[in-house]
């Protein structure tokens, strides 16, 4: 199922340590918490995930890959 665009989670943490996270991301990987969350999930799934998970991974992969062609590409940073 491809949508236009990709869902928004809701993640319960607290505020100090989203701030502190978020500076640390900034700082140390020059990315936000988001692309560093996402990256974190690619790599677990792709470590312990088993053929499901890892074929879900590879359609997540390719909707992204067609919502980013429509729209020409990786939003730009600001």
Known sequence: M???HTP???LRVSDPLWEA???V???VFSRNRS????????GVVREHGDE????KL??????LAERRA?????????
């Open 52 to 55: 499901d998970e890892r074929a």
């Open 70 to 78: 429509r729209k020409g590409g990786r939003p730009r940073k600001e």
């Open 21 to 23: 996270y978020g500076s």
């Open 35 to 42: 692309e560093d969350l996402v990256d974190h999930m690619r």
């Open 2 to 4: 491809t949508t236009d």
């Open 25 to 27: 991301c900034d700082r």
């Open 58 to 63: 590879d359609q997540a992969e390719r909707e």
């Open 8 to 10: 928004i989670r809701k």
